[in-house]
Structures are given as structure tokens and as C-alpha cells.
């Protein structure tokens, strides 16, 4: 059932140190909304717990993209929309792209942001898979000051993050160091647009001849969090995907990966599904790379 | 707990008086009577509520009042000028784009806004920007017709 709107408070504080401020006077007590993709939703079917909100939307401090020499600083406030239409990461970065374009459809991705995505720590979001396979950092901010660590220790457990009370995510950063690096990433869910994933895989290695020399997986609903798949990667750096040493590759790839994966049964798909897939998916990877 | 919003609708400057977490869907159709809109899922899966925020498409029935603030809002009402209907509706009306009706506003407001972006849009084009809207009685096929007939009408102006 739908909430009662006069219930809840929202008020839209006129900069970030603003924010930083009113979350650290009473932290734990408010909660951040950007462009209310995941929030609005929870209001409308009568699951927003929190009752004080405090908008993040209209800041202009959190949306940006920077292009550095070494890193592409992207805004937590930065929409989908915003990262699709940026041609840099369209050209370096196109897993990131392409899951940015997977989310929602046009109208969501207008007002969805990548801060969002990654707050909200759902296992099935459409952008960790590719910042994990990316080593993005992502950087926290409190009137204590900033701190950046990377992106794969940001989720500690089912939708538990290493934000603290008092902390906004502000920024993400994807590192520019993947020319010559092959990129593959797949989602499978039961259409394009709106579908929450019931598996996606995001792949990114460096190969020369024939070999396997750096390689990173992240995958989403295969654990509890987004998951980043170095059981498979470890399995697989140093092999050969020559075309006669691809089965064993895969093999081995495969069997690291069915024992770090930890799917479950849920109102999308099944674990079993979901173990059978991710294995598939990351078959399709290896054998792109032998290519 | 109550706070003013000021809203450019259709070109006219309106203030309500709601609450903030009010849905920018229910004040369009309850504070400012555009009924136009419609309300489908109510949870940004199906695209009825769409309507155009500072230009970008957005789904209303997921936009507090809040933050809709100062914003230029662009509903169904503001398509049309003067009585005549604008070529997307009259492209939809001809080529049997519209059945019972519910999901056509926000298919108008993703097609402008789709024409706005891609003014000779590729069929992937017209699938993905309208992808976010669902029909349940046409078939899209009458829809993705209508809107290539109104991007080629829109040329021809």
C-alpha cells in the first residue's frame, strides 16, 4: 500500500557542506535521496523506513565527470543519462556505458544517478559489476574530511555498505589504464529495458599471446552484494586460451567460479539458474578472448 | 508539513502549497487538475506519468514536489497548440498508435522527447526510447509506425 506522504520530510539543503552537516548533526536519522529512482519506489508500494529525507538532487557539486591523466572522477549525482552521453567513457570505458544504458529506461536513467546505484547496494545493480572489473576507488566525504577506498571493499555484506553514519558518497573513480585490455560484459535478465538482472558479468583482461596475463570479473545476483570473482580470476591468470587450451581453461575458470558464487532462489530466477549462466557467461568471455 | 513550489506548467507560472514528498504525478493531477497524465504502476516501470522536466523525460509518479521546484514542466495539456493537435498525436491518431488511451500521454511525451535527441531515429532508436513505456493494448508495432510517421511529418514542416 501506498505511504502517506504527509508522513515524511524532505528538505533540500543549499550546498554539500549543508548536507555534510545536517547528516553529521544526527547521523543515522536522515535519509539521502538523489533522483528517487529506487526511494520513490519504496515510498510508493509503503517500504521508505525512513521517515526524514534529504535531497541531494539539485546540487550541482556531486554531477560532474573530470578527465584526469589517469582516472575518470565521475559525480555520485552524475545521471545514467549523463554517462552514456559522455564520449570518453563510451570510448575507454564501455562497459560502464553499456551497463548505464541497461538501467531502467530513458526516463530512469534521466534521473537515476551512478551514486544511486551504488548507495543503494542492491547485488543486482547494473553498474558495480563493471566498476569492479574496472578497480574503481570511490571517495567518502564528512565534515571529518575525505577518505578514498577502493570499490570492491565499499560492500561489506546484503545491502550494508562502508559508509558511515555521518558520509556521502561523492565521487567514483574508474582508472583510464585499459587500452589493449578486452572488455566483455552480458546481463541476462527478461528484457532490455526495466529488467532487474538475474546475472550479469562484466570481464575486462589483458591478453598476449595466448595468455592470460591480467584479468577481473565482477558479476551481479551472484552473492549477497555485487561480487567480485577473484576465485575465477585466479584460476584463469597465467592460462592459455589458445584454441587447444581453452577447455581446460574454462574448466578451471569455471569450477573457481560455482565455488565462490553464492546465488540464491528469489522472485527473478533461481540459484541453480543463475550458477548455470554466470558459468556460461563467463565461457563466452574466455572464448572471446581466444579470438 | 507543507512548502510552496513554484512550477512553469505548459508555459504558465502555477505555486501549490503540498508536501514535499508529494508525488509530482498526484500534484499535477490533483493541485493543478491536469488529469492528462496518468498514473500506471506508480513505481517508474511502465512510463504513463512521464512528462518533460527542464527538457528530459522523467517518470512523475517518481519525482517528489520537492524537487520539481523552480522546474519547466511540460504535460500532455502543453503538447497541443491552439486546439490543433501536434504531429505526434495526429501521427498516433492515424496510424492506430492509441487504443484505450492510458499509456498515450506518456508515449507522446517519450516520442517528443525521443525526436528531440534523434530527430530521424533508427527503429533501435524508436524501441529503446519508447522502451520505457508499455502498451497493453496496441502492439507496439502501430506505435514504433506512428513515431517514425511523425518524425518524417516533422521533417516535411
Keep these: 500500500m501506498r505511504s502517506d506522504v504527509t508522513g515524511y520530510e524532505l528538505n533540500a539543503p543549499p550546498s554539500l557542506q549543508a548536507v555534510l552537516t545536517q547528516i553529521a548533526s544526527e547521523p543515522g536519522r536522515h535519509a539521502l535521496i538523489a533522483g528517487g529512482t529506487e526511494l520513490m519506489v519504496a515510498l510508493n508500494t509503503g517500504r521508505l523506513a525512513s521517515r526524514s529525507l534529504i535531497s541531494i538532487q539539485h546540487l550541482r557539486e556531486l554531477r560532474f565527470i573530470r578527465v584526469t591523466t589517469d582516472a575518470v572522477h565521475i559525480g555520485a549525482g552524475t545521471t545514467f543519462t549523463d554517462i552514456r552521453r559522455k564520449e570518453i567513457i563510451a570510448r575507454e570505458l564501455p562497459m560502464l556505458a553499456q551497463a548505464a544504458s541497461w538501467t531502467g529506461s530513458i526516463a530512469n536513467q534521466n534521473r537515476g544517478t551512478i551514486g544511486g546505484n551504488i548507495c543503494n547496494a542492491s547485488p543486482a545493480a547494473d553498474t558495480p559489476p563493471a566498476l569492479l572489473a574496472y578497480k574503481a576507488s570511490v571517495t567518502l566525504l564528512s565534515l571529518r574530511g575525505e577518505r578514498t577506498i577502493p570499490y570492491e571493499e565499499f560492500h561489506l555484506a546484503y545491502k550494508k555498505t562502508a559508509l558511515e553514519p555521518d558520509e556521502i558518497l561523492y565521487s567514483v573513480s574508474v582508472p583510464r589504464a585499459y587500452e589493449g585490455w578486452r572488455q566483455y560484459i552480458r546481463k541476462v535478465g527478461t528484457r532490455n529495458a526495466q529488467a532487474i538482472s538475474k546475472i550479469a558479468l562484466a570481464g575486462l583482461a589483458l591478453v598476449r599471446s595466448d595468455e592470460i596475463q591480467e584479468i577481473r570479473i565482477g558479476a551481479a545476483s551472484l552473492a549477497d552484494r555485487p561480487l567480485r570473482c577473484v576465485g575465477a580470476e585466479g584460476a584463469v591468470r597465467g592460462r592459455s586460451v589458445a584454441q587447444s587450451d581453452l577447455e581446460g581453461t574454462v574448466r578451471l575458470g569455471s569450477a573457481a567460479l560455482a565455488r565462490e558464487a553464492k546465488p540464491i532462489d528469489d522472485i527473478r530466477s533461481t540459484a541453480m539458474y543463475r550458477s548455470a549462466v554466470a558459468a556460461n557467461l563467463l565461457e563466452e568471455f574466455l572464448r572471446q578472448l581466444s579470438s | ?157
Design chain 2, 1 to 157: 508539513m507543507k512548502c510552496g513550489i513554484q512550477l512553469a506548467v505548459n508555459g504558465e507560472e502555477r505555486r501549490v502549497n503540498v508536501p514535499p514528498m508529494k508525488r509530482l504525478l498526484d500534484v499535477l493531477r490533483e493541485d493543478l487538475h491536469l488529469t492528462g497524465t496518468k498514473e500506471g504502476c506508480g513505481e517508474g516501470e511502465c512510463g504513463a506519468c512521464a512528462v518533460l522536466m527542464n527538457g528530459e523525460l522523467v517518470n512523475s509518479c517518481l519525482v517528489p514536489a520537492l524537487q520539481a521546484n523552480g522546474a519547466r514542466l511540460c504535460t500532455i495539456e502543453g503538447v497541443s497548440t491552439e486546439g490543433r493537435l501536434h504531429p505526434i498525436q495526429q501521427c498516433f491518431l492515424e496510424n492506430g498508435g492509441a487504443q484505450c488511451g492510458i499509456c498515450t500521454p506518456g508515449m507522446i511525451l517519450a516520442t517528443h522527447h525521443l525526436l528531440d535527441k534523434h530527430p530521424t531515429p533508427t527503429l533501435e532508436q524508436i524501441q529503446e526510447g519508447l522502451a520505457g513505456n508499455l502498451c497493453r493494448c496496441t502492439g507496439y508495432m502501430r506505435i514504433f509506425e506512428a513515431v517514425q510517421k511523425a518524425a518524417e511529418a516533422q521533417h516535411a514542416i
